[in-house]
T-cell receptor
Framework: DSGVTQTPKHLITATGQRVTLRCSPR?????VYWYQQSLDQGLQFLIQYYNGEERAKGNILERFSAQQFPDLHSELNLSSLELGDSALYFC??????????????FGPGTRLTVL | GIQVEQSPPDLILQEGANSTLRCNFS?????LQWFHQNPWGQLINLFY???GTKQNGRLSATTVATERYSLLYISSSQTTDSGVYFC??????????FGAGTTVTVRA
């Protein structure tokens, strides 16, 4: 158990819908990352938050957005869902004190299926 | 972005065998992690190793940052070692870039 929790574990929805994925980082970790794992794109970085502020953006679609709350949990919002958004979405957290890189610990993932 | 190449793409081992997985990357990094993704999809941290050598039980890893490669060694493999192994270097902005992975199958 990495200490990172994600809910829900599975999500099945229809095209055009909107969903919210939730992540609670390990206690004390300031940084939260979101990654997407799909069959055609592999594992790719979406977005990072550090202590409530967006720090880095990767290949995140405009239909997707995220935020990190004062208690440091994070949510990834996916809207106008398409079949191609079906994937495993991981959240990772890292302590990164003094903004130094550190081990990223991954949660169990949320498996999203868009029908 | 940084390019990550892992080899071999697939590896079939007999239980008890040793193996070496390689990761080449195209740019300087300040972070590199190895992961094992088990059949249930969970990504398990193996090593945080931007440089140097580390060992954890039957696994060890070496990163030569100046030559832009990292190696993961599995000794006395067990069936529970089956799964996909990912190398994920991180350039200056900390996010990890994942390779395509090496799929390891250990047969009893």
């Amino acid at each position: 158990d990495s200490g990172v929790t994600q809910t829900p574990k599975h999500l099945i929805t229809a095209t055009g819908q909107r969903v919210t994925l939730r992540c609670s980082p390990r206690s004390g970790d300031l940084s939260v990352y979101w990654y997407q794992q799909s069959l055609d794109q592999g594992l790719q970085f979406l977005i990072q938050y550090y202590n409530g502020e967006e720090r880095a953006k990767g290949n995140i679609l405009e239909r997707f957005s995220a935020q990190q709350f004062p208690d440091l949990h994070s949510e990834l919002n996916l809207s106008s869902l398409e079949l191609g958004d079906s994937a495993l979405y991981f959240c990772a957290s890292s302590v990164e004190l003094s903004l130094s890189p550190d081990t990223q610990y991954f949660g169990p993932g949320t498996r999203l299926t868009v029908l | 972005g940084i390019q990550v190449e892992q080899s071999p793409p697939d590896l079939i081992l007999q239980e008890g065998a040793n193996s070496t997985l390689r990761c080449n990357f195209s740019d300087s990094v300040n972070n590199l992690q190895w992961f094992h993704q088990n059949p249930w999809g969970q990504l398990i941290n193996l090593f945080y190793i931007p440089s140097g050598t580390k060992q954890n039980g039957r696994l060890s890893a070496t990163t030569v940052a100046t030559e832009r490669y990292s190696l993961l060694y599995i000794s006395s493999s067990q069936t529970t070692d089956s799964g996909v192994y990912f190398c994920a270097p991180g350039p200056n902005d900390y996010k990890l870039s994942f390779g395509a992975g090496t799929t390891v199958t250990v047969r009893a």
